[in-house]
């Protein structure tokens, strides 16, 4: 009996070793394996698995090429999506394909050396990026890492139905974020409880905006906070202004206690202007998730002042992870995928080798689909061809999620009144130079 | 069974041993894999320099240069103080609040089971559903409970922020939590007072103790030994809160809510700060262990076994 019981107790113990054994001997038949497979492996979250987009693209791309797109659920918000992507990666995942919304994610798989190089890869797969993407295209020590799948552009879309409610012209460009707020106290009626203005006020690009489009850098040459320049006071007034000060726009707390959110101005019809990312027609154009009985037009960003005649600029990319299991598949996925975003998805592709025809059908792609709202030439002025330059949309830099993060922490406190404007510049400036100079 | 007995401890025969070990083994297996080991190697990653995304790299040691960071961190040990309040607001309200519902519910209530399906089901509840229907009862303009008080005169500037105040959001959410764990508290003492002979509180009601003192000079030294093994399993649960206020504030507004949990798995997985948030969870570790023996050695002066 002692000895069953001592060998069973010992089997026990060497399961999970025995469970461990053994990989290393089907890694090569594994590999070959896995270069037959017709199946590309794609990280997705929660809202992408949902998304009727993400469906229509990937069924479109397995009937062009055979390959079937298996999406690996990252279960949970969309803020947590790369809290966990980060750990799978560094666990040795080997699921293929990330999108990288945020130039702070990309900064960081890249930095990690996450990202599969893709010159090679691609030759292989007969893509040619330089065609596709040209100037869009970002390399790294000389290698290509990721690709492009759109360019998010800044403009501000508005709810006409509110403005002809409350008997207000439409808004024209060229203009100004004075002409703005004047704009939005015309249309804000807190009896019926709409307000002129919505932001989403969870993202804190939008708390140094203004000096973002003055080309003003989050960065001292000494490479410490300049968040002691006078424009990053006056672009986190600005925001605290909107909703306090002018009231054409939810408070913070407000925004906070309503549960609002970044797609609570396409779902609830509510408010009557939005600056926002050109990825946002995808939502205006997608009435099965966004039913709407009100159309919406389009209007370039305005100016922050003479020095501020910028637009915000951002953009994803598509990219393959080191560890890939099926990268020539992952190649193809990618490139694919990159290049036709915005036919499911809407927004602005990242391309320079869209021909005017093209273009056009791009854009009237949008149009069509927003059911007459806007034109193409209301797209184009607003998107492609308007009196603005062009400058990052967020603080990309050493430590930028921790410089970000503390931005928006202090942004929290004097948005809610509970703490001062000067005392919230001075605890972004304290706190983000012992992160920024820490050695 | 054969059982030998010495002048002090009863001893099993080795063939007993051989079948409590078949029993304990699968248990212990598992203790070893998810519990000592994650904790020896949190240990381990504490003392190396492993504080960047990128490839698992585990071979520089610092030894406590992670832990002098700690200390040196103000935004860390104003998590620790953070979770610290935390812990007193909920360890008092949910000892106190449970102790008084098994008061209630030892006596002969009219609808006593549903009362005790009532007192049950938000521990059953998932965390993000509390979230969210405290977030709308809590909501300070257009909230149920907001609105009640506006009725019964409190001035609108007076109205509490619940969760939205930098004052209040902590008190607010340790109340949310009591909420939702009295149940398990309830029933464990629940359980206590059944056990309390009733013959003690005849005998105390026939030398005229009203119920303050049958409450104090009966009750609870009787259940004490219970109110122990609460509380201490209370303050280690409360130092390890993280989805209620994960769900509900995030540890906001500023970093109003940013208890220890929060902070380590922000270090961790937000900045990619492994060891550094070893280092952190270690501490906390440390910092609970001290709280429990300091519990354990004052029990002496009020737990009658």
Known sequence: ?439 | MQVRSSSRLTRFTPRDSSTALLFIGPFFLGFVLFNLLPLFYSIFLSLVDFNTLGQIRTDRFVWLANYARAFADRLALASYGRSFLFSLLYVAGIIVASLFLALLLNRDLYLRTLSRTMIYMPYVANVIAIGMVWSIVLNPYNGPVNALLALVGVPEESLPQWLLGVRSSLPTLAGIKVWQNLAFQTIVFLAALQEVPRELYECAQIDGAGWWRKLFRITLPLISPTTFFLVVVTVIGSFNSFALVKALTNGGPGSATRIITLFIYEQAFKYSYYSYSNALACLLFLFILAVTVVQWRLQKRWVHY
């Open chain 1, 1 to 439: 009996m002692r000895r069953f019981v001592h060998f069973w107790l010992a089997s026990l113990l060497l399961l999970p070793v025995a469970s461990f054994a053994g990989g290393g001997q089907e890694g090569k038949a594994g590999e070959q394996k896995a270069a037959e497979e017709k199946v590309v492996t794609v990280f997705a979250s929660s809202k992408a698995m949902a998304d009727n987009s993400w469906t229509l693209r990937n069924d479109a791309f397995e009937k062009e090429t055979g390959i079937k797109v298996d999406l690996q659920l990252v279960p949970g918000s969309e803020e947590d999506f790369y809290d966990k992507t980060d750990i799978a990666v560094m666990g040795g995942d080997t699921t293929d394909c990330i999108r990288l919304t945020n130039p702070l994610n990309i900064a960081r798989y890249v930095g990690a050396g996450f990202l599969m190089p893709l010159d090679d890869l691609l030759k292989k797969v007969g893509s040619d990026p330089q065609k596709v993407f040209g100037k869009f295209l970002k390399k790294h020590d000389g290698k290509l890492l990721y690709l492009p799948y759109e360019q998010s552009i800044h403009s501000v879309y508005y709810n006409k139905k509110i403005f002809d409610e409350a008997g207000v012209p439409y808004p024209k460009a060229p203009w100004t974020w004075d002409d703005y707020i004047a704009t939005a106290k015309k249309l804000t009626n807190k009896d019926k409880g709409i307000y002129g203005s919505y932001f989403v006020l969870d993202w804190e690009y939008y708390y140094y905006m203004i000096a973002r489009q003055r080309n003003i850098s989050a960065y001292k040459a000494d490479r410490s906070s300049n968040y002691d320049t006078p424009a990053f006071k006056e672009a986190m007034k600005f925001m605290y202004d909107l909703g306090e000060t002018h009231k054409v726009q939810p408070t913070f707390k407000e925004y906070r206690a309503n549960k609002y959110g970044w797609d609570t101005w396409a779902a609830t019809g509510k408010f009557g202007m939005i600056c926002i990312g050109s990825w946002f027609t995808g939502l205006l154009t997608d009435e099965v998730t966004y039913p709407r009985d009100w159309d919406w037009g389009i209007v370039e960003t305005p100016a922050a002042g003479p020095s501020g005649k910028n637009n915000l600029m951002a953009g994803g990319v598509w990219a393959v992870l080191k560890k890939a299991k099926h990268t020539l598949n992952a190649a193809r996925y990618a490139a694919w995928v990159s290049e036709r975003w915005y036919v499911e998805g809407g927004g602005i592709p990242a391309r320079v080798n869209l021909t005017e025809a093209e273009v056009q059908d791009l854009l009237g792609g949008i149009a069509g689909k927003s059911r007459g709202s806007v034109t193409v030439a209301d797209l184009k002025s607003a998107l492609l061809q308007n009196s603005l330059g062009v400058v990052d949309e967020k603080v990309t830099g050493p430590k930028a999620k921790e410089y970000t993060d503390i931005i928006y922490r202090q942004a929290e406190l004097y948005m809610s009144g509970e703490q001062p404007l000067d005392e919230t510049m001075k605890q972004i400036k304290e706190q983000s130079d012992k992160i920024l100079l820490q050695k």
